[in-house]
């Protein structure tokens, strides 16, 4: 059983930096592509970066571009959002996502997810 736990989401001021982590269990981590998606309130979720097995290649939403960093630690079945320069439109619950497929963007490629951390960005 694949298990996803993300930590590290709260309340910040809009310029802030926040660091997110997903935790994975269940599988051997570092054969599987990593990504992280968001949902605000009544919108669909929303992809917003990926991460290949490896590491050696990230994938990230114009929205979040230069401004998020993904990385991951397969000695320690971990992936990691660094976020900067936050904006009140982050605003969003933040899932972490396993799939068999490196860079995909839509939700039905990722075959595991977490149970999301919320992320609030005051202005």
């Known amino acids: 059983q694949v298990q996803l736990v993300e930590s590290g989401g709260g309340l910040v001021q809009a310029g802030d930096s926040l660091r997110l982590s997903c935790t994975a269990s269940g599988r051997t981590f570092s054969r599987y592509a990593m990504g992280w998606f968001r949902q605000a309130p009544g919108k669909e979720r929303q992809f917003v970066a990926a991460i290949i097995r490896s590491g050696g290649s990230t994938r990230y939403a114009d929205s979040v571009k230069g401004r998020f960093a993904i990385s991951r630690d397969n000695a320690k079945n971990t992936v990691s959002l660094q976020m900067s320069s936050l904006k009140p439109e982050d605003t969003a619950v933040y899932y972490c996502?396993?799939?068999?497929?490196?860079?995909?963007?839509?939700?039905?490629?990722?075959?595991?997810w977490g149970q999301g951390t919320q992320v609030t960005v005051s202005s």
């Open positions: 996502a396993q799939s068999n497929v490196y860079g995909s963007s839509a939700p039905s490629d990722y075959n595991y």
